[in-house]
């Protein structure tokens, strides 16, 4: 094993004189040496030996140094009882704890930081996270320590010969106890687990070597080493061996089951410690004397391949053999250090340090890696090469080649003129094998194992590097040192090619044409004369098989898959056909057979055409080769043809037809004359009937045509080609039968195609696409159709089918008869779409009233039912404004006018109801009351009285008399209240509302039993106080008149109605109430504030709004002729009758104080507002009264009538 120095100082104290090196060890990374000499600890750059500094601190002999795992810190340990931890950054110390006794040893936890220390009567354990040092009794002195690499263990080494193993916590885990109590002076684990785990090594005083295992196990015998040891360090890669150093001065080398491979360092002292740096073939030792020497061990890589077989060093001491293909692995242990091993066939040659042996597998089976020792002789061999071939070794030292057989004795030597860099056996049979030699002064020596003279075969300019020799020996590869390789005929003596910057080399085991080379982590595949390809890869080229080249990558082979399809289009492109065939057995892909059995085919090579398609398992071109080499033999021509051979051409069609080149197969068709009918029989069974259209078009008048293209589309709907029939029927003009076809298959574009061909007097055609299309979903296309030859009706039925409601809507404009046909369904479809309103409007449009009232019928009666009260009279104020709408027609009997009168008056009604008892639900069930006490009590009693004479379904009369007593109350109406309550007594109640009840009832018997005055109704017309619950009902129970509200507040307005005299018109009455011709009512109307004063009809947009100044209210009451008709009237009668005004009194009256309901086609309703100064407003739309503030504040709020919903501007 040959080693170099890197460096080597002495280290001195300050009077000069050397002081022992006691411990050294390295940084986790390498950079930096640690030294313990004297009373110093010194830290040197591993590189180059300077010192970076001597750090002071101790005041004694430094023993012991150890680095933390994460390069951050590093300790020391001194006989002054002392440890310091030192920080690498500074290099300053950190903490300094100290022991009873001197430090014999410490050690950082490779995982975490802990550091464990000796001293010579216990241990203890530092961390960072801690102030205080615990020691833990020992039984005997401590020489040393050291962790185990997962960090939990600790093995301690006694003077007494035992050692120790301890966990985190101090306890002992294993005790192991040497015998004949020699001192364990140090100990290592093994970094990396072996078979036995992880291997602890033990150095004693008694000269041995011991491994031993975690749980205490020996592995192994003891190994005499015959010195006294000192240091110990695992080394290598792998950790796979030992370096010792003691009290021999010397360094040696062992493997991991304790066999001395070499020594590394010889010195002048005693070596205390030695410590190998990681990543490094570097180890530094430490000396009595103060030497301090770093040692590079030069292991160069010991391998060696042959075909397909690759053997390569391990551990120093193994061999392992790897079959490249099956991947299988063989070991050769040999327990001594392995210098240089050979492959040849089934043989293999390791050479030892004093010894060769020589080892066989089976020579039938090239798979089996079993080998068997052969031969073994005893020899000290020097030499730089070692070859082995059938039955001799051949070993060359310098320029001086030896054959020697297998028992050691020299047989024949060669003398060359120059140092022989690298040898390649090319083959021979046995004792007459071929070898070449590539020597320093760039001489290529062929020499023969039988033949006493070395032949030259050629010379490059400088040193070669490695050989190579192609499968049939007549190219040679060569590399020389300036990474240039040269590719060498042996035939013609003379260089093919070469190429620069390559590493490695190899020839193909398989064809002889194709070279692999690498370099800078690129592999190149060349090919004869042809650039090469490239893909990236590690490592240098070893062999070269088939589509696969193994790479040795750091002592590991990669098998790398290339691809050969750049070669082969090379040769493809040179018109190679047979070499690229022949590469291409060793596999391509589908594409690449393809391409090769089309271009032989082209090439009429049948030969590698029939190959390439068997490749593809192509039945089909197998049967067309198979016929191509029938007529071949034929003679239907011959390889002497020419292309442009009329036999050439024809066959040659033939191909480009059945390869489906049909344009080729055209122009070779042509080439020859009277093969038109080929042509056409070509594209007829490619049923490319426009092309054969073309040919015959020269020839044929349009019938024949037609009648040719009506066969050709029979023939094409037999063999189930539709699509082209139908179109080759539409170019025939049988649009029936295309039409029919386009249905069948769903052929949208087919029948698209032929309407548009079509003219609107072409019924039958167009209304079959229609009919068609229309069963394929397209309403559009089929609408089109119909339009085409003006069919409205089913153009209608179409956009109903489809919903296409816009386009029926844009249709029945023009034609208005159809608007029933339209808007029925479309009212059907909004109904069914949940959209009921929208339906109502369209039944309406249809003429449908009955189906629209239905509607609205719904709608009122689910919101009631959901509790949306406020919808519920919106509905059913809505249904009241269409019975009137149906009232207009002058055309329906007596009898449905009575009806629908009655079902207006209902409607009517109902809305009165639900839009009240809305607001008293969201009384009752929100948080926040959104009206006034007076209001809600209104609201009560107005519905009160309605419900006297019939229920509403939804509205619980016990929320109205429960809303109606509790308001009530807080006005003062305790009698109202208590008659109420009792009443509630009757009903059943939920249980909140049942407590208050019952609650009240009690609290009102200790009340006043009366109601107050000022919240009873007085009657305008007649002064009568009403009670607050009425048996009429809204009404004066005096003189019967109607009581009525605002809308709002459901406030009694202060007005009267009257009638005119019968005789009268309403256009009539309108002028007298307008002629004003009393003083007083000229006088008044420069007070009255009116909203509108021209439009007074129904179907107006505004609001009609008075109010009279308090000014003029006396000269009314004295002067007013219509409260002296008040006073005339008939109050007693049974049947309410209104007062009668005569014309002098409409004239009398002032416009301004008269309210007009016109609601047509009703009777209008007069009123006279009996309180000039309240200022009333009438919604022009629904037609209730409202007082002005309170609707002017609700139209501002919501934008809105509250009752009718009708938008305000």
């Given amino acids: 094993m040959d080693t ?38 010194w830290l040197y750059d591993a590189n180059n030996a ?28 001194s006989a002054d009882k002392c440890v310091i931890i030192w920080k690498s950054s500074t290099l300053e110390g950190l903490v300094k704890y100290i022991h009873n006794e001197s430090i014999q040893c410490l050690e950082f936890n490779p995982v975490t930081m802990l550091l464990a220390s000796t001293g010579s009567t216990d241990f203890g354990f530092w961390t960072m996270d801690q102030k205080n040092v615990v020691k833990t009794k020992i039984s005997a002195r401590p020489t040393c320590c050291s962790w185990k690499s997962d960090g939990q263990f600790l093995a301690i080494g006694l003077y007494s010969g035992v050692i120790s193993i301890r966990n985190k916590e101090t306890q002992e885990v294993a005790k192991i106890e040497r015998p004949c109590d020699s001192i364990i002076w140090n100990l290592k684990w093994n970094p990396l687990r072996s078979d036995y785990g992880e291997v602890l090594a033990v150095i004693d005083w008694n000269q041995k070597l011991s491994f031993y295992q975690s749980c205490g196990r020996q592995t192994g015998k003891d190994h005499t080493l015959g010195y006294d040891p000192c240091g110990i360090t695992w080394f290598g890669d792998k950790y796979e061996s030992i370096a010792i150093c003691g009290s021999n ?9 304790g066999v001395r491979l070499a020594c590394i360092s010889k010195q002048q002292s005693w070596i205390w410690c030695c410590c190998a740096r990681k990543g490094y073939n570097q180890i530094a030792v430490g000396c009595q004397d103060g030497t301090l020497e770093t040692i590079q061990l030069l292991l160069d890589p010991v391998n060696s391949f042959y075909k397909d077989r690759y053997a390569f060093r391990e551990s120093l001491t193994d061999v392992v053999v790897q079959h490249l293909i099956t991947e299988q692995k063989a070991r050769i242990k040999c327990r001594d250090y392995v210098k240089k091993i050979s492959l040849f066939k089934n043989l293999l040659v390791i050479q030892l340090v004093e010894k060769i042996l020589i080892y066989e597998s089976p020579h039938d089976d090239m798979k089996d890696l ?11 061999i020097v030499c730089q090469h070692l070859i082995i071939i059938t039955n001799n070794l051949v070993v060359c030292q310098d320029n001086c080649i030896s054959c020697v057989n297998f028992k050691g004795i020299k047989e024949r030597e060669w003398i060359v003129d120059s140092s022989v860099k ?5 083959g021979g049979l046995p004792n007459k094998e071929c070898l070449l030699l590539g020597l320093k002064n760039g001489q290529i020596i062929q020499i023969v194992v039988d033949n006493a003279f070395p032949i030259v075969v050629t010379k490059v300019l400088n040193e070669i590097c490695m050989l190579d020799i192609s499968r049939n020996q007549d190219k040679l590869a060569i590399l020389d040192v300036n990474k240039t390789m040269y590719a060498f005929s042996m035939e013609k003596k003379e260089i093919l090619f070469q190429e620069p910057n390559v590493l490695s080399m190899t020839w193909s085991t398989t064809n002889n044409d194709l070279i692999a080379y690498s370099g800078n982590n690129v592999l190149f595949i060349k090919n004869e004369q042809f650039p090469s390809h490239r893909q990236y890869t590690k490592g240098i080229t070893l062999s070269f098989t088939g589509t696969f080249v193994y790479c040795l990558h750091e002592n590991t082979i990669n098998r790398v898959e290339i691809s050969l399809t750049p070669a082969v289009y090379h040769y493809l492109g040179n018109s190679q056909l047979n070499e690229a065939y022949h590469l291409g057995c060793f596999g391509l892909t589908e594409q690449d057979w393809k391409i090769i059995g089309r271009l032989a085919l082209n090439k009429l090579n049948l030969k590698v055409a029939k190959y390439a398609y068997m490749q593809l398992e192509d039945v089909l071109i197998l049967l067309f080769i198979q016929q191509l080499e029938e007529r071949y033999k034929r003679g239907e021509w011959t390889d002497k043809d020419t292309v442009n051979n009329s036999n050439i051409s024809i066959v040659l069609g033939d191909i480009s037809a059945y390869l489906g080149n049909f344009t080729e197969a055209v122009v070779n068709y042509n080439r020859t004359s009277g093969q038109q009918h080929k042509i056409i029989e ?3 069974d490619l049923r490319r009937f426009n092309e054969v259209h073309e040919i015959m078009s020269t020839n044929c008048d349009v019938n024949e045509r037609k009648l040719l293209l009506a066969k050709n589309a029979d023939w094409a709907k037999s063999t189930n080609e539709y699509r082209t029939a139908a179109k080759m029927y539409i170019d025939a003009g049988e649009y029936i039968k295309a039409i029919e076809l386009s249905d069948q298959h769903g052929w949208t574009d087919i029948l698209l195609d032929i309407s548009r061909r079509l003219d609107k007097g072409d019924h039958e055609y167009l209304e079959r696409c229609a009919r068609s299309l229309t069963r394929l979903g397209e309403y559009a296309f089929a609408a089109d159709c119909y339009a085409k030859y003006g069919d409205i009706e089913n ?25 029933r046909k339209v808007y029925l369904p479309y009212a059907n479809w909004l109904a069914e779409n949940d959209k009921f309103e929208e339906a109502q409007a369209a039944f309406i449009k249809a003429g449908l009233q009955n189906e629209a009232i239905s509607v609205l019928e719904q709608l009122a009666t689910c919101a009631a039912k959901e509790s949306r009260f406020d919808d519920a009279g919106f509905y059913y104020w809505k249904l009241s404004a269409l019975c009137l709408d149906m009232l207009k027609n002058e055309t329906i009997t007596e009898t449905v006018h009575h009806d629908l009168l009655e079902q207006y008056y209902d409607f009517q009604r109902k809305a009165d109801v639900y839009y009240v008892y809305h607001h008293i639900y969201r009384f009752l069930h929100e948080p926040f009351a959104s009206h006034m006490p007076e209001t809600y009590f209104n609201m009560a009693r107005y519905l009160t009285h309605i419900l006297q004479f019939g229920d509403v379904a939804e509205v619980s009369k016990a929320a109205v008399l429960y809303t109606l007593a509790k308001h009530g109350r807080k006005l003062g109406a305790y009698k109202l209240t208590k008659q109420i309550y009792n009443k509630l007594q009757s009903f059943h109640l939920p249980f909140k509302m049942r407590n208050e009840v019952d609650l009240c009832s009690i609290t009102l018997n200790s009340g006043p039993m009366t109601d107050s005055e000022e919240i009873n109704p007085m009657c305008y017309r007649c002064s009568t106080i009403n009670p607050l619950i009425n048996s009429l009902g809204n009404r004066c129970i005096n003189c019967k008149e109607p009581f009525i509200y605002s809308f709002i507040t459901l406030e009694q307005l202060p007005i009267v109605e009257f009638i005119p005299e019968d005789d009268l018109s309403y256009e009539e009455v309108i002028n007298y109430l307008q002629s004003d011709t009393s003083s007083s009512s000229l006088s ?6 009116h909203e509108n004063e021209n439009n007074v009809e129904m179907n107006n947009n505004y609001s009609q709004t008075f109010k009279i100044s308090h000014e003029q209210e006396n000269s009314m009451l004295s002067q007013d002729p219509f409260m002296a008709k008040l006073l005339n009237s008939d109050l007693i009668s049974e049947a309410y009758s209104p007062v009668q005004l005569d014309i002098a009194t409409l004239k009398a009256i002032s416009f301004n104080e008269v309210i007009i309901i016109n609601n047509s086609p009703l009777k209008p309703r007069f009123y006279k507002s009996i309180l000039p100064d309240v200022s009333i407003t009438q919604c022009s739309v629904c037609h209730k009264l409202f007082y002005s503030d309170d609707y002017e504040m609700v139209t501002l709020q919501q934008g809105r009538c509250p009752y009718c919903h009708a938008v305000k501007e």
Avoid at 19 to 34: F, K
Avoid at 59 to 72: E, G, N
Avoid at 1084 to 1089: D, E, T
């Fill in 682 to 684: 070509m594209y007829t």
């Fill in 370 to 380: 079993h080998y068997r020792l052969r031969e073994k002789f005893s020899q000290q």
């Fill in 249 to 257: 001065r010397m360094c040696h080398l062992y493997s991991s089951e």
């Fill in 422 to 426: 690298c040898i390649r056996v090319i």
């Fill in 1084 to 1089: 008044l109307s420069k007070n009255v504030k």
């Fill in 50 to 77: 300077s010192l970076v500094k001597s750090l002071k601190g101790h005041k004694d002999a430094v023993y012991c140094v150890s680095y933390a795992h994460d390069s951050s810190l590093f300790g020391s340990g």
């Fill in 795 to 819: 153009q209608l039925n179409l956009y109903i089918e489809s919903h296409n409601w816009e386009e029926a809507f844009t249709l029945v404009e023009k034609h208005h008869v159809y608007t």
């Fill in 4 to 41: 170099a120095q890197v460096w080597s100082i002495k280290i001195k104290g300050k009077d000069g004189i050397s002081n022992c090196i006691w411990d050294i060890c390295y940084s986790p990374d390498g950079s930096h040496l640690v030294v313990a000499s004297g009373n110093l600890v």
